[in-house]
């Protein structure tokens, strides 16, 4: 077992948003920024952000792995940037108001058709159907979750109507 593998997730955690050059087996060097590493196998997955805009993304094996080092400390950017690569492109941050906004007009407009609906949860930021479907932020047809796959769908494709009409 390497140097690497014996690390705890704590000391790998310390390497995430960070610039790395890693000495694999057979003296491959692999220069990228440390994206995750898998708390089972110590697979290091690196990605390299290309001049053209695109994204590099590489795996390096837990076992093959036997130097780390850190060439430069991530900034917040660096970090936001990281974090969003794989974020769905329709993904948007929504402030606190906006949410509030969103739900406030989809609960009026589900009781206006007769669904009924109440707000749960600690901050009641949860919309709830009928009691068999749940409504998360950002209140979005994906948002929903129920174990009745026909009420689910019929709701999602309600809410992708009303979002439409906005």
Known sequence: MSEWQRKSPLEWQTYVNKEVKVTAAEKHEYKGWVLTVDPVSANVVLVKLMEDGKVCVSVI?????????????????????????????????????????????L??????????????????????????????????PEDCSSSNEIIL??????????LATQ
């Not at 837990?62 to 660096?78: L, S, T």
């Not at 936001?80 to 509030?100: D, N, T």
């Not at 669904?115 to 979005?140: F, H, K, M, N």
């Open 61 to 105: 094996l837990g076992h093959a792995v036997q130097k780390v080092e850190i060439v430069n400390e991530g900034d917040d950017e660096m970090k936001e940037q990281l974090a969003y690569l794989f974020m769905p492109e329709e993904s948007k941050v929504y402030g606190h108001e906006e949410l509030e906004k969103r739900k406030s007009s």
């Open 107 to 140: 609960k009026t407009w589900l009781e206006t058709n007769h669904i009924p609906v109440t707000e749960q949860g600690e901050s009641q930021r949860t919309l709830c159907v009928a009691g068999v479907l749940t409504i998360d932020p950002p209140y979005g």
């Open 153 to 162: 769908s019929r709701v999602q494709s309600l809410i992708q109507g009303h």
